[in-house]
C-alpha cells in the first residue's frame, strides 16, 4: 500500500503525462487545423489562378472554326502561327498581312452584325436588323484596298517590318490597359505602325483601334480629302448620310472644314458606321479624341491646330503611358 | 452517527486553484485513504483502489473545475474515481479477470480501515457493510462514514436524493438483520 507521499508522486507523475498528452493531442489538432486551411487556401488560389480570363483580342482557333472564313491550308497555318506567336519572339512571326487582315475584318463584321451590336456597343434598332440584313449594303472587303507605299499598316511578316504583330498588340492593350487606371500621367501619340492589322489603311491607327474596341459610341474625326476638287463628292456623301440621320449608325453631330496645303479637311464627329462609309469610299479618317471618346475644341479652331495636333498623316489619339 | 471523518477542504481547493502546488499535497493526505478505502469496497483490490484515485486526483488537476464549495469538490473526486473503478470492473469483466489475488490484500485493507476509521464502532460497522448489498453497502458508507449529505451522494451515485434516502433505508434493514444475527449488539439508526 502507497504512502500519501507516494501517492502523491504518482498522482503528479500521471499529472504530467496527462498534460504532456494533452498538449500533444493539442498540436496534433491545431496542425490538422492548419493543413485544412492551407488546403482551403490553395484550393481558392487554384480556383483563381486557373479562373477564365476575359481575352481582349479574339481567339485565332475560334475565328478559323467559326465558319466565316474560306482559307486555305496555308492560310490556316499561318493562323496557327499568328497563336503560337504570343509566346514566340518578334522573329519568330510568320504571318501575312493579308491573311491576318481578312481573319480580323471578318470577325468583326460577322460579330456586329450577327449579335446585332454595332462597334460602339449599342445594339442596333429595327431598321439596323433591315441594313444588317439582305437590304443591307454589302460589307466592304477591306483587303480590296490596295495597301499605300509607306502605309501604316503592319506588315507581321517578311522583311519589311520590324514590328512583331503580338508584341504591337501587348503593348497598345498596355497602354489602353493602364490609361484606365492611371490618369495623370503624361500622354503619348499613338506611333504609327501600332495598330490592329485589320482595317484598311486610310483609316489612322487610333481610330482603327477606336473602332477595334468599339468602346465610344462617337468617334472624333478629322477626314482628310485628297483634293479640294473632290470636296464636292466628299460632301455629297456627309450629306447623304446626314440625310439618313434616322439610322443612328450614320449619324453625324459635328462638322468643320478646312482647306490646308490644297487638301480639304473636315473635323466631324462621326458614327462608327459613318467613319466605315467614309473610309470606304477612300477618304482618310483619323481620330483625335482622347481615350474617353472626348476631345479639346479649343485646340482644333484651325487647321494648323489639327495639322499639329494630328501630324497630318497620323491620328491623334493620346494614351497615357504607366 | 455522524462524525468521526473530517472531509473539510475549505481554503485547499481554492488555494490549489490560485497555483498552490503545496494545497495539492494537502487535499491528498485528507482525501486519499478515505477515497482508497470507498473503491477498495468496490474493486476488492487496494492497489487498483489506488490507481483509480490517483486518476481522480490526476483528473482534477489537469482539468481544474470550477468547484465553489468542499461538497461540490469531494462529490467531483468520489464520482471522477467511481467511473475510473467501474471502468477497471468493466475491463476485468472484459478479460475475465474476475478474482484478482492480491497477496498482501488482507493486511493492507486492515491497515486502511485502521487509518481510516478512528474508532472500533466505525470499523465494525464496515466490516459489516461489506456484507450486504454493493448499493446498500456505498450509500450507507457515504452518508455515515464518510459524513456526505444525501445530495452529494446522490452525485456521486448518480442517483437522486430521495433514492439515496431510500437506499440508506434499506441498507440500514439489511445490516440490522445481519448485526442481530452475528448478535454484536450493534445499534442501526
Redesign the interface.
Known amino acids: 500500500?502507497?504512502s500519501?507521499n507516494e501517492?502523491?508522486k504518482?498522482?503528479?507523475e500521471?499529472?504530467k503525462q496527462?498534460?504532456a498528452a494533452?498538449n500533444r493531442r493539442k498540436v496534433y489538432l491545431y496542425s490538422a487545423l492548419m493543413c485544412v486551411l492551407c488546403v482551403i487556401v490553395a484550393v481558392a488560389v487554384a480556383v483563381v489562378l486557373l479562373s477564365p480570363i476575359d481575352k481582349p483580342m479574339p481567339d485565332d482557333d475560334a475565328v478559323l472554326n467559326g465558319g466565316n472564313l474560306d482559307i486555305s491550308s496555308e492560310s490556316a497555318e499561318s493562323g496557327n502561327d499568328i497563336a503560337e506567336s504570343d509566346e514566340k519572339t518578334s522573329s519568330e512571326s510568320d504571318v501575312s498581312t493579308e491573311n491576318y487582315g481578312e481573319k480580323y475584318i471578318t470577325l468583326m463584321l460577322s460579330e456586329y452584325s450577327s449579335a446585332g451590336i454595332k462597334p460602339d456597343g449599342e445594339h442596333l434598332s429595327d431598321e439596323d436588323d433591315t441594313l444588317a440584313g439582305e437590304d443591307a449594303p454589302a460589307s466592304p472587303n477591306w483587303s480590296e484596298y490596295p495597301d499605300e507605299e509607306g502605309s501604316d499598316e503592319v506588315l507581321l511578316s517578311g522583311t519589311s517590318s520590324t514590328v512583331a504583330g503580338d508584341e504591337i498588340y501587348s503593348t497598345l492593350y498596355y497602354r489602353f490597359d493602364m490609361a484606365e487606371t492611371y490618369e495623370d500621367l503624361d500622354r503619348l501619340w499613338v506611333e504609327d505602325g501600332n495598330s490592329p492589322p485589320s482595317y484598311v489603311s486610310n483609316l489612322g491607327n487610333a481610330m482603327k483601334w477606336m473602332l477595334y474596341y468599339g468602346d465610344t459610341s462617337w468617334y472624333h474625326t478629322v477626314l482628310y480629302l485628297e483634293g479640294a476638287e473632290n470636296a464636292n463628292q466628299y460632301l455629297d456623301i456627309l450629306r447623304e448620310s446626314g440625310e439618313n440621320c434616322g439610322s443612328s449608325n450614320y449619324r453625324i453631330t459635328q462638322c468643320k472644314s478646312f482647306v490646308q496645303d490644297g487638301k480639304y479637311m473636315l473635323y466631324c464627329v462621326l458614327s462608327a458606321e459613318a467613319v466605315r462609309i467614309f473610309a470606304e469610299n477612300g477618304v482618310r479618317c483619323s481620330y483625335v479624341g482622347d481615350e474617353d471618346g472626348f476631345v479639346n475644341f479649343e485646340i482644333l479652331e484651325s487647321a494648323d491646330d489639327i495639322k499639329s495636333f494630328c501630324q497630318i498623316y497620323g491620328d491623334g489619339y493620346t494614351v497615357h503611358e504607366p | 452517527m455522524k462524525g468521526g471523518l473530517d472531509l473539510n477542504v475549505k481554503g485547499g481547493y481554492d488555494c490549489f486553484l490560485s497555483g498552490d502546488e503545496d494545497a495539492l499535497g494537502e487535499l491528498v493526505i485528507k482525501h486519499n485513504k478515505k477515497l482508497v478505502l470507498y473503491l477498495t469496497g468496490m474493486l476488492k483490490s487496494v492497489s487498483l483502489a489506488e490507481d483509480a484515485a490517483a486518476d481522480a486526483f490526476v483528473e482534477i488537476l489537469v482539468k481544474k473545475p470550477r468547484l465553489k464549495t468542499e461538497s461540490e469538490f469531494c462529490a467531483y473526486l468520489y464520482r471522477s474515481a467511481r467511473n475510473n473503478a467501474i471502468d477497471e470492473l468493466r475491463r476485468r469483466k472484459r478479460i475475465n479477470e474476475s478474482c484478482i489475488e492480491e497477496k498482501d490484500y488482507a493486511s493492507d485493507k486492515q491497515s486502511l480501515e485502521n487509518s481510516v476509521l478512528s474508532n472500533e464502532r466505525d470499523r465494525q460497522l464496515y466490516k459489516a457493510l461489506s456484507l450486504i448489498k454493493d448499493e446498500y453497502r456505498e450509500a450507507l458508507s457515504l452518508v455515515y462514514l464518510w459524513d456526505m449529505s444525501y445530495e452529494a451522494a446522490g452525485k456521486i451515485m448518480k442517483k437522486s436524493a430521495k433514492q439515496i434516502n431510500n437506499l440508506v433505508y434499506r441498507g440500514k434493514q439489511a445490516l440490522k438483520v445481519i448485526l442481530e444475527k452475528e448478535e454484536c449488539g450493534y445499534e442501526v439508526g
Do not use: C
Open positions: 500500500m502507497r500519501d501517492q502523491l504518482v498522482i503528479l500521471r499529472a496527462a498534460k494533452e
